[in-house]
């Protein structure tokens, strides 16, 4: 049932934003956006980019002011950060949403097992942070990283940023998929569910807050977030600029009751050297000149800043067609 949610959802999008064009212009050009899980704010980051570039045309072309190219756009569910920078570096997807550490390491050919090295790989801009969060089941006794021995957790779904993520967080603590009693790959739409069926015990996610998927598991079964402080992570985060400490604040969810202090990312939006300069041109133009309506898409958006939009976890080069816009707008 949720992969039939996925595929409507994901069909819906490519309908709901490709009407617009079809009958008001000389010409359309198609594009895709890969998201993640259906629940996930990837998702709402690339539907709400299909959003904003419908937008934007609808009314340069009411205002007989638009060029006689228009784009339609699709943002269907996806695997995730790696998958969705190795269907750019197949041409498969024009853009996509990634964290920023496998912006990274994908650029920098650092990970080569995790992702494959694309120096063309390119920056758009950045949108939210993104946490990395264990949730634990209630009754797990779940408190730490520790305690996670000998539990049943989900580490996600290969291709996925959690995954890569989760991966990074056991290479640094000195072990393997061993360590836990056993270990699942669900999805990010699936996760929640199982560990209110108590099928895991806890399952990591990187994700901006709030996210309805972890509400699920919070104010749905009573599942809570852990701190995660070792000292390997601390290492992670001054030996890594792609990290950085994050806050959960309380009362986030309905079992925060005290403020979760963990690691995180950036959710960065990326492309190709070989997208055109036009068209990634028009899709910053249609964010970032209807930002308000933007951020109003998911709580997670609300408070962007276009200064820090085109930098902060940007560590491939931006586009030229992004680098255009901001130009022209006085932002660098």
């Known amino acids: 049932m949720k992969k039939l949610f996925a595929s409507f959802a994901s069909a819906l999008a ?5 009407l617009p064009f079809s009958t008001s212009v000389k010409s ?3 594009f895709t956006i890969g998201t993640g899980g259906a629940t996930g704010v990837y998702f709402q980051v690339g539907n709400a980019i299909c959003k904003m570039v419908a937008k934007l045309q609808s009314a340069e072309h009411g205002r007989k002011k638009g060029t006689d190219k228009a784009y339609r756009c699709a943002a269907p569910s996806s695997g995730g950060s790696t998958y969705n920078i190795g269907q750019i570096q197949q041409g498969e997807f024009q853009f996509g949403v990634a964290q920023s550490d496998w912006q990274y390491h994908a650029y920098n050919g650092s990970k080569p097992d995790k992702v494959k090295p694309f120096k ?3 920056a758009v801009f950045s949108a939210h942070p993104e946490p990395f969060q264990i949730i634990a089941r209630k009754g797990s006794k779940i408190k730490d990283w520790k305690s996670l021995k000998g539990k049943k957790v989900n580490i996600g779904n290969p291709g996925s940023g ?3 993520t989760f991966e990074v967080l056991m290479e640094s603590h ?3 998929k061993s360590y836990f009693g056993s270990s699942s790959e669900l999805t990010s739409s699936e996760q ?3 560990l209110c069926d108590k099928k895991i015990d806890a399952y990591g996610y990187t994700v901006g807050v709030p996210n ?3 509400a699920q598991a919070t104010d749905g079964c009573g599942a809570y977030i852990i701190n995660l402080t070792t000292p390997q992570v601390k290492k992670l985060v001054a030996d890594n600029p792609f990290y950085a400490f994050a806050t959960i604040p309380k009362g986030t969810y309905k079992t925060s009751k005290k403020d979760v202090t963990t690691f995180g990312v950036m959710a960065s939006v990326v492309t190709s050297a070989s997208v055109s300069e036009e068209m990634v041109y028009n899709v910053v133009k249609a964010v970032f000149e209807n930002l308000d309506d933007f951020k109003k898409q998911h709580p997670a958006f609300a408070n962007l800043d276009p200064k820090k939009m085109i930098k902060d976890g940007l560590s491939a080069p931006l586009h030229p067609g992004a680098v255009k816009y901001y130009k022209e707008k006085g932002l660098m």
């Open 14 to 18: 490519i309908f709901a934003f490709s």
């Open 28 to 30: 359309a050009e198609f």
């Open 120 to 122: 063309d790989l390119r």
């Open 162 to 164: 959690q995954r890569g």
């Open 174 to 176: 000195g072990v393997n």
């Open 192 to 194: 929640s569910g199982a």
């Open 212 to 214: 309805a998927g972890v």
